[in-house]
């Protein structure tokens, strides 16, 4: 798979579930960020954990990050409609590059 | 809060013209980017540039790209001849160091005829 990519690709809930979407990466990281992309519109900054950090909440949101598996998930707990959107996890390398290289991102439909 | 601004957020142009992307990042950060995001895929980076000039680009970026900074607050990504395959959303970012968040502005999307 390629660095940053999201699983799954899709995912519909009911409100009031959680939902939990996985970020797979291959490179060293001094970051991840996860972000939101409403249909169309602008990417909206989530959270942010850096390498040296486990699990990092904001909100609804918990974002673990495991740097042996390079591997990030981002839990959405109780999940509204409005929650409905494309979320895309991005890493920032610890070397050479410093922008950020997205995922596949994981479309999520919570059902009202 | 403060946020990147994109101008236009829509700009339809025939295959061959120049367009150029309007971008007026965060005011105190100090680095700039370029992303564009083709319907239905992944957000690609182009470009980065800090301290005045590209400190990075993706072979994305050839030589019909390029970017300025003319003054204190713009930052432009210019296409010298478009082509089809150029339609997509491009979207400026700035932060204000390494290892921070990136912020992005709502984009603008390039429709090529």
């Known amino acids: 798979s390629q660095q940053g990519e999201e699983d799954p690709q899709a995912l519909s809930i009911q409100e009031g579930e959680n939902a939990t979407m996985n970020c797979s990466y291959k490179?060293?990281?001094?970051?991840l960020q996860w972000y939101r992309q409403n249909s169309g519109r602008g990417l909206v900054h989530l959270i942010l954990?850096?390498?040296?950090?486990r699990e990092k909440h904001s909100g609804r949101l918990r974002v673990t990050l495991d740097t042996s598996k390079k591997s990030s998930s981002l839990l959405i707990t109780a999940s509204r409609a409005a929650d409905t959107a494309s979320y895309f996890c991005?890493?920032?390398?610890?070397?050479?590059?410093?922008?950020?290289?997205f995922g596949s991102g994981t479309r999520l439909q919570v059902q009202p | 809060e403060p946020e990147v601004t994109q101008t236009p957020s829509h700009q339809v142009t025939q295959m061959g013209q120049e367009v150029i992307l309007h971008c007026v990042p965060i005011?105190?950060?100090?680095?700039f980017y370029w992303y564009r995001q083709i319907l239905g895929q992944k957000v690609e980076f182009l470009v980065s540039?800090?301290?005045?000039?590209?400190?990075?680009k993706s072979e994305i970026f050839d030589d019909q790209f390029s970017v300025e900074r003319p003054d204190g607050s713009n930052f432009t990504l210019k296409i010298r001849s478009t082509k089809l395959e150029d339609s997509a959303m491009y979207f400026c970012?700035?932060?204000?160091?390494?290892?921070?968040?990136?912020?992005f502005g709502q984009g603008t999307r390039l429709t090529v005829v």
């Open positions: 970012a700035s932060r204000d160091s390494v290892g921070t968040e990136a912020f």
């Open positions: 490179t060293s990281i001094n970051n």
């Open positions: 954990i850096r390498s040296n950090e």
């Open positions: 991005a890493t920032a390398s610890d070397t050479g590059r410093r922008a950020l290289t």
């Open positions: 005011s105190n950060h100090l680095y």
């Open positions: 540039f800090y301290n005045n000039e590209i400190s990075e």
